[in-house]
């Protein structure tokens, strides 16, 4: 699909591993999220589903909007929770909604421009880069529109190039979490690294298997069912969170 998965790994951790969300859950989260990208876009390369030249026409925006996202999180701490949330149940129901609607609609897509709009293309890659950086995402769901409507590439190539551009963009937010870490966040990393370890090794597997498997046996719609089943518990939770 090429989302990354951080939808995921953000509540994952927060509701079902009682972490906090800060600096240190994002960028455990952009971590992952960055193993599910090299796993899944290895795979696209060798299948020759990418486009090298408007992935770093694309960096150009979302390489700036991570590193502004950083400095947004580290200067809104005390009320980055709400905001994150917030965010969240936006940001999740678009993608719920999107999918529905793809998966519902009878007729064939045809949105596709024949014309490259560079301009459009490098600003909604700003905002995903943005959003990578505050919400501890792949950004994929900002990323493959903006490369498939504004960048006239077909749904596959769209998918690997929104990939490799999580590969470049998702390292670099990490860097700049990191560096702005408390002394405290950076001995808890520490003291969970093994188990970091075994989740890294866990989600590239998953990845990458995910990618080899997904090309063969699985259907796009039954994916996206299980995805969009899975995000509706996420945005319910942070629903019930923000209203109560």
Do not use: C
Request: aromatic share 12%; net charge neutral.
């Amino acid at each position: 699909m090429g989302l990354g998965g951080g939808l995921l790994y953000v509540p994952l951790f927060h509701y079902v591993g009682g972490w906090g969300l800060d600096q240190k859950l994002i960028i455990v989260s952009l971590l992952l999220s960055a193993i599910t990208s090299y796993g899944s876009g290895l795979e696209h390369r060798k299948k020759g589903y990418h486009d090298d030249e408007l992935t770093g026409v694309a960096l150009w925006g979302a390489i700036p909007g991570a590193l502004i996202g950083v400095l947004f999180v580290f200067a809104t701490q005390n009320q980055f929770k709400s905001i994150f949330k917030l965010m969240s149940i936006i940001i999740v129901g678009f993608v719920i909604f999107k999918m529905v609607k793809k998966i519902t609609t009878t007729q064939p897509e045809d949105n596709t421009e024949s014309e490259i709009q560079i301009l459009k293309m490098t600003s909604l890659s700003a905002f995903g880069g943005f959003l990578s950086s505050v919400m501890a995402v792949g950004a994929g769901m900002i990323y493959v529109p903006a490369m498939k409507f504004f960048g006239a590439l077909d749904s596959r190539k769209a998918i690997g190039s929104s990939l490799n551009i999580m590969m470049v963009v998702i390292p670099l937010a990490i860097f700049a979490h990191f560096t702005l870490l408390e002394s405290y966040q950076l001995e808890s990393l520490k003291n969970e690294l093994l188990l970091l370890i075994g989740l890294v090794l866990t989600t590239f597997i998953g990845a990458k298997s995910g990618a080899i498997i997904g090309f063969k046996l699985f259907s796009e719609p039954m994916l996206m069912r299980v995805f969009i089943g899975v995000l509706s518990i996420t945005w319910l939770n942070y629903l019930i969170d923000v209203l109560l």
